[in-house]
């Protein structure tokens, strides 16, 4: 395990806001020692920063995403891309989001034919699907380091999907980067690469968890599990952008119908607009 200060100021004045309780079946997936020391938030006393300490060493880290499939996807595989693919528009979390970037970008998007998409982090392709019936775009992409998930992302939605950044050998109009932030353990390395994919006037979709979650949600929900490394709130996001020169251009902050909080941002490689 490795001790951390915070990511964004690297301030050790902290204070312990929650500590996590009952089953994390994503620990359980390692072998490792003393897994009940990895259950503890803090709270920076100087930015307001919101991160998990002790964290996973990089090894165990890259062990448990590889085995991560077996925790998401349960039984048939067909049955469950199909059964969330298909939810009512009302439940769909994908469906909803995709309305709500599709009209944000729309005056980006009225004048162009071949835009291109790279959903980053894109597990099975759910959103992919998703994105492919709402938005005009030519050509979609994704990462996923996962092997099963990435074979299944790519057989449902025809298209590439990389293992890496480091395979991905183009630029593109828009990087979807949605339930992924939080599970980087250097956004700052992580986000340097995603601007490299961008195109002139690029424009990144960013949705993580909110820090209303520890208000709202009880100690033992999964959203505080070991996977979830960092709380975002529009500030330290704000800030980490600012760093690759992203700017911040439209947000809100939604509530699931299982009570969790997304932040949710758009932000361009251009100056802000509102």
């Known amino acids: 395990m490795i001790s951390v200060n915070c990511y964004i100021c690297g301030s050790k004045k902290r204070k312990k806001i929650l500590r996590q309780s009952g089953t994390d079946k994503y620990i359980n997936l390692l072998k490792i020692k003393n897994k009940h020391e990895f259950k503890n938030w803090f709270i920076c006393l100087d930015c307001g920063f919101i991160y998990r300490d002790p964290v996973l060493k ?7 995403y590889s085995l991560y499939d077996r925790n998401v996807i349960s039984g048939d595989k067909d049955k469950y891309f199909f059964k969330i693919l298909n939810l009512p528009k009302s439940e769909s979390e994908n469906y909803q ?10 005056k980006f998007t009225s004048h162009s034919k071949q835009l291109t998409l790279l959903d980053v982090g ?11 019936k709402t938005f005009n775009i030519s050509e979609f992409y994704g990462i996923e380091p996962n ?9 449902k939605n025809n298209c590439l999907v990389f293992k890496s950044f480091e395979e991905v050998n183009k630029k593109f109009d828009f990087v979807t980067i949605l339930k992924v932030l939080e599970h980087i353990k250097n956004p700052r390395i992580f986000l340097k690469k995603t601007t490299g994919k961008l195109k002139k006037r690029g424009i990144v979709f960013i949705e993580v968890p909110d820090v209303i979650d520890f208000i709202n949600l009880k100690s033992n929900d999964p959203r505080f599990s070991i996977p979830h490394i960092y709380y975002y709130n529009l500030p330290s996001l704000k800030q980490l952008l600012s760093e690759v020169k992203l700017n911040i251009f439209n947000y809100r902050t939604i509530i699931s119908k299982s009570g969790r909080s997304f932040l949710q941002i758009i932000a361009g490689n251009f100056s802000s607009e509102k």
């Open 58 to 64: 990089e090894s165990d880290i890259k062990k448990m």
């Open 97 to 106: 989001k995709s309305i709500w970037f599709k009209k944000k970008i729309k």
């Open 122 to 132: 894109c597990g099975s392709g759910l959103f992919l699907a998703t994105a492919k």
């Open 147 to 155: 092997n099963t998930m990435r074979k299944i992302a790519q057989k």
